[in-house]
């Protein structure tokens, strides 16, 4: 409990300015929340109901998603529902050897033997066109995930943009590169972790129009990158470990917001000692 105070107190200070520099037009004395000095495991015996903190204990509405077709409402129950989400900033490169970089929260690790990662490539719904990071890495077969930190969120968010397929995303951001050892797309040189990936299966998605609106990336790590200042101080070589208060991850909430890791509580499995 005493670490988890700490951590919140120590991290107001550069979390409260790092968004004044983000966004200036807001309050930042209303978004300190209090923190009361105690361990939420010393309020829970085993057994014990955690209910809704809410009044109106069953008040729910249910949604059908076909109903939400028109409205296009689904999306955004998607992405302010499954929150917060890790975000995957992508670098590759096309058959020609243009280079792209485009940020992805429809992103997770699903294994680690073999260390998978997945990435849900949505086709852009204006145009029925697939997103530059689709083709290139159905043409090359490779790529690699960069992850978002706070120090970069700006130039990473930048990559958003609707540029032609010619432009190099990581150029008109003002991203660096590295060269990867294994594949050919280049690892981004801001991102304290960047993992160089083979693609294992890419999966064409269709709605209930059987139109193709989403593709599955699933892709193999062949190696990891990371910067040594954000690894714990008791990583060995055999078994590195990223700090997640060192690495200060970017994560995606509803609508336009991102979020920063800023606290965390340890709490083990019931199986398992302390």
Known sequence: GRRLITTIRARQGFNTALQKNLFPHRN????????????????????????????????????????????????GLMISTVIPRPI???????????????????????SHDPPLLV??????????????????????GQMVVNIMSSWYLNSANHCCGAFDSSVNELEVSGLSTVPSDIVKPPRVGDAAVQMECEI???????????????????????????HDKVLTETSTEGKPVVDWEKINAVGRLGGNTYTFVESGLDLPRPDRKV
């Open 200 to 226: 294992v299966e890419i999966k064409p998605v269709k709605n209930d129009q059987d139109v193709h609106t989403v593709s599955i990336v699933t892709a193999r790590v062949v190696k990891f990158h990371i």
């Open 28 to 75: 930042m004395s209303a978004q300190v929340d209090t923190v009361e000095e105690k361990d939420p495991r010393t309020v829970w015996t085993v057994g014990q109901n955690q209910p809704i903190p809410f009044d109106d204990k069953k008040s729910w509405t249910g949604y059908n998603p076909a109903a939400l077709k028109e409205s296009g409402g689904a999306y």
């Open 119 to 140: 990435i849900g490539m949505c086709i852009n719904g204006r145009t029925g066109a697939k997103k530059d990071s689709l083709v290139n890495v159905e043409q090359t």
């Open 88 to 110: 995957a900033l992508v670098s590759s490169v096309s058959a020609e050897g243009v280079l792209n970089c485009a940020p992805f929260s429809y992103f997770n690790c699903v």
